[in-house]
């Protein structure tokens, strides 16, 4: 499975960017996520939607950001409104279940005061 991240970017804080991610190669449906590594900081999950539709945000996006799928095209999005510059860092997909551990390669978004 590889996945490709795309979609990142350099705003003004209250703007917003769309990421994408589509998985190849995909052999079982996979629970699909977002996390975001700021400079000096440990990755940090940002959303999941379950293969099954479940959605999950952490705090700190909840209510800005949007995650959805479309499975037929394997792939994810994640659309962030509200941009703050807490919300700077590498944006990293990640495809999931049970042992299967997939990341993409990151794609940076960065949101200036």
């Known amino acids: 499975v590889q996945l490709q991240a795309s979609g990142g970017g350099s705003v003004q804080a209250g703007g917003s960017l769309t990421l994408s991610c589509t998985a190849s190669?995909?052999?079982?449906?996979?629970?699909m996520g977002w996390y975001r590594q700021a400079p000096g900081k440990q990755r940090e999950f940002v959303a999941v939607?379950?293969?099954?539709?479940?959605?999950n945000y952490s705090n700190s996006v909840k209510g800005r950001f949007t995650v959805s799928k479309d499975d037929a095209k394997n792939t994810v999005w994640l659309r962030m409104n509200d941009l703050k510059p807490e919300d700077t860092g590498v944006y990293f997909c990640n495809g999931a279940f049970q042992a299967l551990n997939y990341w993409g390669q990151g794609t940076q978004v960065t949101v200036s005061s």
């Open positions: 190669r995909v052999t079982v449906p996979l629970n």
């Open positions: 939607i379950t293969r099954g539709g479940s959605i």
